[in-house]
């Protein structure tokens, strides 16, 4: 099974995003963000970083890269993918998610284990939670506040489409506390939180936390599952 | 029209007056200029020799005195490259090497707090890159003026966002640092940064401009008025013109350039395309060209109109000495030039042929068809002038050490004083901050803030990996720079032990006054011996570093502040010594001893605004052996004691994981949990009988158990660690939120 | 040298929490006669010949604003020469 | 109602790598014409009573712009009603 990483100019979390496909038992493949090939993977990851720098807004340049030009038909039709923080933002700027991330209330950028429930297990890339369960991921980010309009985040929580939420207080001052959100059709999933850095004891969160690699191995069951 | 004064000019009129009193040059540095060239320098001649000669780039007050750190040096096999690099690289296994420095950044970050601090992160981490490495990490190490005067806000949230701002950009973790408040900073923050990075052994780069006809390649950014050191001082020289766009501009950092940079780098590197390599840092193209082409004995002829610009309107003298961030210099055989330029190309960074490499030592630089500079290289890189400056113990020493801590009056109420100082600037908790930054990104940090020492892998299959920690006491420096430049590196070497690493090279940073006055001068000489004497006590080398003067306001200078970098091995990071207490039940016990030393404390700098005395007594003997048993015994937790004793000690150990404990003093219950005697470690473990025998002669004194949820000391308070909790984490979000 | 301009503000349903910092901050400094700060981006565009108005829409509606939470307006910066000042 | 707005540019001769980023991304939108982009701030200050161009001009000094690198401009806005529009 191979789960493709893609690699812009300004990504940074990539590698570890290839190591947790890695320890979930994928193949990791690198993708260039200006070739336009998937090559036959069967994930994506779009990881966290700064895509192009991200000076003028996060992921507004990046979703304009060739290769996110495959990922966003890929996706549509039915290809796993996950967008991690700078990912979250880039699937939020190509439109494959609703609504936006802005600078956090508080205007720092801020690093810390946070608490988050899993509310949707029926996407690709959770469905090796179980409903409610309580996780801890790191929250690393200066532009990650969740922000849609009533009708939309309305609309996400009559669907179940919230699939993450802060617990214990609020990081960023994202709306209803979400952490991350699926596509109708739950192949693609958006966090701000990284589930990457939470894939070894060793480095994971304070304690030993492996929280995220659950991520990784869901999908890796769901391919297997289809295949 | 302005006329370029080029070489031909020069020789013409070689006596024409050039403005070198405003460029900073002495009377007789300037007839040595004269003298080396056969005539009068150029415009653009004269600005190379003042940037190359200032204090920073020759090192001119220092250089006398931090030979000793060379000849000090024990011999290491380790060493790959050492001072006079851009950075020392240290083996640490067969095939890899690490490389490691710590540079300051101070004045530009007092004038533009952000850019200041992120263009020192982004300076740094190009020095590591210059040497073959990956830069795997940066630290900060930072001095700020009082927590409440009015503008330390500013200072604290500019520097604190440029140090995050670039570094989490650029994807590298943080791993630790310090945070010191203190009035003599006020007018002169402190902003250091450290970079670490790693190379395969075979693939260490040199500066060396080697092989005749091989190509000078600039990379990077465009060129711009930016700079604030050698330019500004060159801008003030005015030449008859002082017009607006001709003044300096503040250096403004941009990470992304520099990510392509490192990796475009990076790629060259391992296609082995090139031939020398050095980033350009403050003193721009005028320290790359003259250095690479002097370390390689040769010549070189460059071609400045080709060098490309953000302000077209860029004059010669401007172009070489303009300070523009995220560029490097890179010397290329012909053969290759195309390959470097397509993997510029594909990482989307400039690349731009600008010279080649000549025979004989002439370094000829032109600007459309006008030789504008004509001179040997070596002349502006090797041969500036060395001063050994007049140096005076400062007149108020003695009294100021006579004026001893352990005099002053001691509190009664224990409990309240704890609070208070674990609340105070410096001893507080500096989530605040290191929350700002990134330490997950590379996924290789196994302990970062608030442990004593960073520590990351470097490889996931061996656990292989390297410990940093970084240290200054500029109050204990003040009272005795001889010692107080060895307790900050007995303090850096001992918070490396903990982890259980093996404590191999020194890098360090000194931060002093002007040099030109003799009692600043004085300090700087015993803080030098000090530090030079300890390494070669401890048997470990200086592998680089970096030396900062000029840091007062008005007449009064900075307390004496040497920052110590120590790296250490780790030869297997999952068994790494934590420095939380762990669970409920082990035995906590204090490895050293404990005297009665309170001067230059946080006690008594807090309680008293004291400061007098002596500074603790360092036995380097007893570190190394200390170390040794931190590496041999079985511990749950080790955590170094250092400044606010005890007390500082057991409430960071309780409050990492939230477990309590409960312990018993013997003696002074004050002097117990406030003094700062070095060369103690707090551990715990489950067996304290192994511990005793693995301790050999290192005192050990059993001070009770873990668990609960207070902070018990039998006999005298407890405090329940939620309030511990609040004290200790609230300062410094109230005061810069 | 034609320069068109694009203003670039957050709707005003969103909150913009560094206007809100601006102006929580304005009392401190003695002013309090301002009721409220929002605060976006001003992107000038230089074009190599004729300012083109509609590509910079093009380009603002693409790129420099994301029209979930910012909306734009473009116009000609009436002349270029306007020496801006520090004053 | 009454707007003042606060333009805060970088100065010239000081690098813009926001405005960089994006010139450099323009032809990848297959825009060509485009030479420069230079990035800046906008603020619109709300005042209570009459727009008081000193007050505001005293703020951007103060607050608004780092004068060290940025340089403003303070102009009223021509009318407040001007619907900003999403095209
Ligand atoms: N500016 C900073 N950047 C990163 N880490 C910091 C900074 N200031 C303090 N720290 C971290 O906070 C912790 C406590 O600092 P300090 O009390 O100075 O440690 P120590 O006494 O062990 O030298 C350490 O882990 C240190 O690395
Ligand atoms: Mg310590």
Redesign the pocket.
Known sequence: MKIGVVTFPGSLDDGDARRAARLAGAEAVQLWHADSSLHDVDAVVLPGGFSYGDYLRCGAIARFSPVMESVIDAARGGLPVLGICNGFQVLCEAHLLPGALLRNAHMHFRNRDWKLKVESTSTAWTSGYTESQEIVIPVKNGEGRYTADEKTLDMLEAEGRVVFRYLDGNPNGSQREIAGIRNEAGNVVGLMPHPEHAVEALTGPFGGGTDGLAMFTSVLSNLGAKA | MTTIDTVELAEKNPDEEQPYAELGLQADEYERIKEILGRRPTQSELAMYSIMWSEHCSYKSSKVHLRQFGEKAPKSDRMLAGIGENAGVVRVSDTLAVTFKVESHNHPSFVEPYQGAATGVGGIVRDILAMGARPIAV??Q?RFGAVDHPDTTRVVNGVVQGVGGYGNCLGLP?I????VFDPCYQGNPLVNALSVGVLPVDRLQNKAAAGVGNVVILMGAKTGRDGIGGVSVLASATFEEGSEDSRPAVQVGDPFTEKLLIESCLELYDAGLVVGIQDLGGAGLTCALSETSSAAGLGMRAYLERVPLREPSMLPHEILASESQERMLLIVSPENVEAVLAVCEKWGVLGTAIGEVTEGERLVISWNEHVVVDCPPGSLADDGPVYARPLREPADLILLQADRAETLPRPSDLRATLLTLVASPNLCD?GW??EQ?DRYVLGNTVLA????A?LVRLDEESNLGIAI?T?GNGRYTRLNPYEGARASLA?AYR?VAVTGAEPIAVSDCLNFGSPEDPAVMWQFAEAVRGLADGCQELGIPVTGGNVSFYNQTGTVAINPTPVVAVLGIHEDVTTRTPMGFAEAGHTIALLGETREELSGSEWAWVEHGHLGGQPPKIDLGHEKKLADVLRAADLVSAH?L??GGLAQALTESVLRRGIGATVTLTGDAFVALFSESAGRVLVTVKDVDALRAAAGDIPVTVLGTTGGDKLTVEGQFEIPLTELAEAHQGTLGKLYG | MARVVVDVMLKPEILDPQGQAVANALPRLGVTEVSSVRIGKRIELEFTGEPDLDKAREIADKLLANTVIESFEVRLEESADTARTAQ
């Open positions: 630290m900060d930072l943080n630790g640092g310090e945070t500096k901050i290191t930054y803030q608030p442990e004593d960073g920690a240290d303090e918070n170094d250092s400044d």
